[in-house]
Each structure stands twice: as C-alpha cells, then as structure tokens.
C-alpha cells in the first residue's frame, strides 16, 4: 500500500493514470500556457520598463531556468497525479489573478528597487517583479514534463518513445502559445483578456 502512494498510484491512478491521451493533452496546455504567459509578461512590463532586449533577457531568463528547475525538482519529491493537478489548478487561479493585481505589484517593487539601487534599475526592477509576479505559477507548470514521465513510462525498453511524444506535444503546445497570443487573442481581447484564457 504504501509502495502504491509512494509511486503516485493512489486513489486516482485508475481514473487519471488509465487514459494517456488525457496526460498527453496535460502536457500540450502546460507548454502553451508557459509561453502565453510570457508573452502576456512582456505586454504587462512594457509600460513600465519598456520592451527592451534586456527586459526579454529577464523574462526568459529567470521564468525558463529557474522555473523548470525547481520545478523539476518538486516533481521528484511529489509524482503523486493528485498533486500534480493542484499544482496546475493553483497555476490557473494564479495566472487569472495576475491582470487584476499585476501593475500594483509593479508598481509597488519598483518604488522598492529604486530605493535600493542606483544603477541598472531597469534590470533589477524587471527581475524583481519576473521573480514575484510570474516564476511561482510557471514553476508550478514546470512540474508537468517531469511528472508526466513517470506517469507515463511503463516499459523502460520505450522510455525514448514517451519522452519523445511529450516533448513533442510541448513543443507543439509552445509554438501555438507563442503564436496565438502575438496575432489573435492580444489584439482581439487584449493582454488581460489572454491571461484569463490561457489560465483556463
């Protein structure tokens, strides 16, 4: 029994763990939602540190590194799918809320770094609201490839295959959220709008 939690295979193992096709979906939104939100990041840092290539560097930077390796890490710690899908459902509620509390959080550490720092605010500044505002719920989506590989390897002879097919829907997933954002729901509906879609 206690091999059975510890492997993930709990009460929800039949019902999540059964159909791969919903596992392999997980991990399309997951990689569409990581680059919609860091397209919207860019659109929300604009007004106030510009778009410049240093602000990009941040963006990319700390939401790509640091995110996928702590996430990496916390899915080692807990494959369990239950928690895995809090994890995204805690990503979700937070993405959503970002549009509403967004510019006072930037607001706010700007005043903060410029208090502290003389030179290179720009840098410091967009670090510190990347790191507040965006790193935690793409960290939490950073746990979705992981965790997906242990869910879905179950012969070792095609763990190639498997990591194979779900880097493929990532990719997949990435280019869409790329593309999306940038020429349909940004110009439609706006940054705030995008965020609550791709939240969803």
């Given at each position: ?7 993930g295979?709990?009460?929800l193992r ?7 096709w ?16 860091e397209?919207g990041?860019?659109?929300l ?7 410049s ?21 916390s899915?080692?710690?807990n ?19 970002i ?29 510190a ?21 242990k ?7 095609k763990?190639?295959e498997?990591?194979g ?9 990435s ?5 999306l954002?940038?020429?349909?729901t ?8 995008t ?6």
């Amino acid at each position: 029994m206690e091999a059975a939690s510890a492997s993930g295979a709990g009460p929800l193992r039949p019902a999540i763990l059964r159909n791969k096709w919903f596992l392999y979906m997980t991990e399309f939104f997951a990689g569409m939602s990581v680059m919609a939100v860091e397209l919207g990041a860019s659109r929300l840092l604009a007004p106030y540190f510009s778009s410049s290539q240093v602000v990009w560097t941040v963006i990319i930077g700390t939401i790509m590194a640091l995110g996928n390796v702590l996430g990496g890490r916390s899915a080692d710690k807990n494959p369990d799918p239950a928690l895995l899908y809090r994890r995204l459902l805690i990503a979700a509620v937070w993405i959503a809320a970002i549009p509403f509390v967004g510019k006072y959080l930037i607001a706010g550490l700007s005043l903060l770094v410029a208090y502290f720092v003389t030179r290179n605010f720009l840098v410091w500044a967009s670090l510190a609201c990347c790191l507040v505002i965006f790193v935690f719920p793409l960290m939490l989506l950073g746990t979705v490839t992981p965790s997906l590989a242990k869910f879905t390897m179950e012969d070792l002879d095609k763990n190639g295959e498997t990591v194979g097919r779900l880097g493929a829907l990532n990719t997949i997933g990435s280019i869409i959220g790329t593309f999306l954002p940038t020429f349909v729901t940004i110009p439609a509906v706006g940054t705030a709008m995008t965020f609550l879609i791709f939240s969803g």
